[in-house]
């Protein structure tokens, strides 16, 4: 069984929504939701995890699942989807998926073991010192099922947006470096509960799919070196159980003048005001699942692609990053 998967940082996508859930349908919000969808129409996934998402209230009276489906039925009436979420982040931005019900069967299916909920606090040893420290996911991870239609398990699937390196506010140097290990540390232990709830589902014989904006690449700062790890490197797993470790869906990024390649985003430099290209947002996929294909939908990168030229002005202009996509054998 073939599927297309992909993940992508809609920036923001909440506010493509009245706050009564409808859709907006005038302003900009309508020229940005018309280039979503011609995006996902292009794209024309089985499964899409969405990054910043439309958010959910707590008292459940206004959802992303909603959200999504009545945003689908105005903007994509020709197509299908179903949506899905999780636990509410604490925040404004939601982490919730897509899919074809004709292709697939999606489950939430959290952990719901005390201690071991995403949506708790969690003790992480992050400094490899014997000492653990308390830890919270911001924005909950979503654990999803990917089901066959006949409800054979495909996959166990985890849209993750952790912890952000960025530093807002105005502070000195050493004010900077402080926050930059806290902020650090917490991306570290974020993505450390992720890789155990990985590991279990591995060890139960389960195929397992990591998707979503990390905020982390591949060896990229002072930090990870400082460390001798990266968030990425975390969730792919322990080099000593070879048969767990998970793969990049993308060719291996080069580091060029510019930064990163392939990247699916552009941030400035808040010491030297360069802009610089990392590659944050990843599809992180078990062994078992083969990879047909794995590309950033970056129309500065893939130029020969006519689907992904031909969407060159939306693509730069819905989100400040690209989506991720994939496709998979089953």
Same mark, same amino acid.
């Given at each position: 069984?073939?599927?297309?998967? =992909?993940?992508?940082?809609?920036?923001?996508?909440?506010?493509?929504?009245?706050?009564? =859930?409808?859709?907006?349908?005038?302003?900009?919000?309508?020229?940005?939701? /018309?280039?979503?969808?011609?995006? +996902?129409?292009?794209? #024309?996934?089985?499964?899409?995890?969405?990054?910043?998402?439309?958010?959910?209230?707590?008292?459940?009276? &206004?959802?992303?699942?909603?959200?999504?489906?009545?945003?689908?039925? !105005?903007?994509?009436?020709?197509?299908?989807?179903?949506?899905?979420?999780?636990?509410?982040?604490? =925040?404004?931005?939601?982490?919730?998926?897509?899919?074809?019900?004709? *292709?697939?069967?999606?489950?939430?299916?959290?952990?719901?073991?005390?201690?071991?909920?995403?949506?708790?606090?969690?003790?992480?040893?992050?400094?490899? /010192?014997? +000492?653990?420290?308390?830890?919270?996911?911001?924005?909950?991870?979503?654990?999803?099922?990917?089901?066959?239609?006949?409800?054979?398990?495909?996959?166990?699937?985890?849209?993750? !947006?952790?912890?952000?390196?960025?530093?807002?506010? *105005?502070?000195?140097?050493? @004010? %900077?470096?402080?926050?930059?290990? /806290?902020?650090?540390?917490?991306? %570290?232990?974020?993505?450390?509960?992720?890789?155990?709830?990985?590991?279990?589902?591995?060890?139960?014989?389960?195929?397992?799919?990591?998707?979503? #904006?990390?905020? #982390?690449? %591949?060896?990229?700062?002072?930090?990870?070196? @400082? %460390?001798?790890?990266?968030?990425?490197?975390?969730?792919?797993?322990?080099?000593?159980?070879?048969?767990?470790?998970?793969?990049?869906?993308?060719?291996?990024? &080069?580091?060029?003048?510019?930064?990163?390649?392939?990247?699916?985003?552009?941030? &400035?430099?808040?010491?030297?005001?360069?802009?610089?290209?990392?590659?944050?947002?990843?599809?992180?996929?078990?062994?078992?699942?083969?990879?047909?294909?794995?590309?950033?939908?970056?129309?500065?990168?893939?130029?020969?692609?006519?689907?992904?030229?031909?969407?060159?002005?939306?693509?730069?202009?819905?989100?400040?990053?690209?989506?991720?996509?994939?496709?998979?054998?089953?």
């Amino acid at each position: 069984m073939q599927l297309k998967i =992909g993940v992508y940082n809609i920036a923001w996508m909440r506010d493509l929504f009245e706050s009564n =859930g409808n859709p907006k349908t005038t302003g900009k919000e309508e020229i940005k939701s /018309r280039q979503l969808a011609d995006i +996902i129409r292009g794209m #024309d996934p089985d499964f899409l995890g969405i990054v910043e998402g439309p958010d959910t209230l707590v008292n459940g009276s &206004k959802t992303s699942t909603q959200q999504l489906e009545a945003w689908v039925a !105005h903007y994509l009436p020709d197509k299908t989807f179903k949506g899905i979420h999780g636990y509410p982040s604490a =925040g404004q931005q939601e982490l919730c998926a897509l899919y074809k019900p004709d *292709k697939l069967n999606v489950l939430f299916t959290p952990e719901t073991k005390e201690g071991d909920r995403f949506n708790q606090p969690f003790l992480m040893d992050t400094t490899n /010192r014997m +000492i653990k420290e308390q830890y919270q996911h911001y924005r909950p991870p979503l654990e999803l099922s990917l089901l066959a239609p006949d409800n054979r398990l495909l996959s166990r699937v985890i849209i993750a !947006h952790t912890k952000s390196k960025g530093i807002f506010d *105005k502070v000195d140097y050493a @004010r %900077f470096e402080q926050l930059s290990q /806290r902020d650090r540390l917490r991306l %570290f232990g974020e993505c450390m509960h992720i890789r155990e709830r990985c590991d279990q589902y591995l060890s139960k014989g389960q195929q397992v799919i990591v998707m979503g #904006d990390i905020n #982390d690449g %591949f060896e990229l700062d002072f930090h990870e070196n @400082r %460390f001798s790890k990266s968030a990425v490197e975390i969730l792919l797993g322990d080099l000593w159980k070879p048969e767990w470790v998970l793969r990049s869906t993308l060719p291996r990024p &080069k580091l060029t003048a510019h930064g990163w390649t392939p990247y699916s985003g552009r941030f &400035k430099d808040r010491i030297t005001g360069d802009i610089f290209n990392v590659l944050i947002d990843h599809i992180l996929v078990s062994q078992g699942l083969k990879v047909l294909k794995g590309q950033v939908w970056n129309p500065f990168l893939e130029k020969n692609d006519p689907v992904i030229q031909s969407l060159k002005t939306q693509l730069a202009q819905v989100s400040d990053h690209y989506p991720i996509y994939t496709e998979l054998e089953f």
